[in-house]
């Protein structure tokens, strides 16, 4: 399905711009507000060009937009995307929570430990 | 920790009410893990299941749908550290497409006898979004799906 793969191929795009540290901290200064490329550069001992060269694949991805405000060019982190990325991991998530109900039921099981959550013990009056 | 902030990592906290040996018990004996493993919709088959719980022993087992048995997924992983009733870390692949995972289950103890376990899998990286990553979604919406029946 078209649609699917694009979306697909746009989750790559953002995974390749999360993947890395720099990119990462970047996000998680701009969560606290705008900032320009000299502002970005002050907390990261790197240059203004990798900052900047950080900033394009950051826009590519969608995280973030760009906009002139004055002279200088600000930052704004872009929440959809990343939540688009969390959502796909999320389902992995839903699916160790799942194992997890069983194994905490495994576990009850094995100890013959009545429940401890009330109001479910009437259930247990065959055994 | 500078891995803490790393999105492509899942991690996941839960607490058991039980000891510590027991829910170590629970990943390691083939028997308890084919009784408990697989979200709902899914079964681990005993016989599919072969653990052996030291550095470079082999963890294998299928998670086969309960609708159709034969369509599942298989697991095959094999331990990078282990410390009994500690760390159980290992390397695997999902399915025959050769997606790589890196499965980190840590257990300590919590007051009154039970036990926090801290899972870490990933990375998620891009790589991963590959025709199999595709088949868990696919297989995850089916889950939704059953999830609405019950």
């Known amino acids: 399905m078209a649609a699917q793969a694009t979306a697909e191929d746009r989750l790559s795009v953002i995974f390749g711009a999360l993947a890395d540290p720099t990119r990462r ?26 900052i900047s060269r950080h900033l394009k694949v950051l826009e590519r991805a969608g995280l973030i ?40 039921a495994h576990l009850r099981r094995i100890q013959a430990k009545p429940p401890r959550d009330g109001g479910q013990t009437t259930e247990r009056t065959g055994q | ?16 009410d039980a000891p510590r040996e027991l829910v170590y018990r629970a990943f390691v004996d083939p028997d308890q893990l084919s009784e408990w493993f697989g979200p709902a919709g899914f079964s681990v088959p005993r016989e599919s299941v072969d653990i052996d719980a030291r550095v470079g022993g082999r963890k294998r087992f299928v998670m086969a749908k309960d609708e159709n048995p034969a369509d599942g997924h298989e697991i095959n992983a094999t331990f ?71």
């Open chain 1, 25 to 50: 901290a970047i996000l998680a200064r701009l969560a606290d507000g705008d900032a320009t490329v000299t502002q970005l550069t002050e907390p990261f001992s790197i240059s203004m060009p990798a």
């Open chain 1, 65 to 104: 937009s760009r906009s002139r405000s004055g002279q200088w060019l600000s930052s704004t982190l872009e929440a959809a995307p990343l939540k688009e990325a969390t959502d796909w991991m999320e389902q992995y998530r839903r699916y160790w929570d799942e194992n997890f109900d069983r194994l905490d």
């Open chain 2, 1 to 16: 920790m500078t891995q803490a902030a790393d999105t492509t990592y899942l991690e996941i906290s839960r607490i058991f």
């Open chain 2, 80 to 150: 990078t550290e282990v410390i009994e009733n500690e760390v159980l870390d290992s390397e695997g692949f999902v399915g025959t497409e050769g997606l790589r995972l890196q499965l980190r289950i840590e257990l300590y103890d919590e007051p009154g006898g039970k036990t926090r376990l801290e899972l870490r899998q990933g990375p998620y990286t891009p790589e991963f979004k590959t025709d199999a990553a595709r088949g868990w979604e696919s297989s995850f919406t089916k889950l939704d799906a059953l999830l609405k029946l019950a």
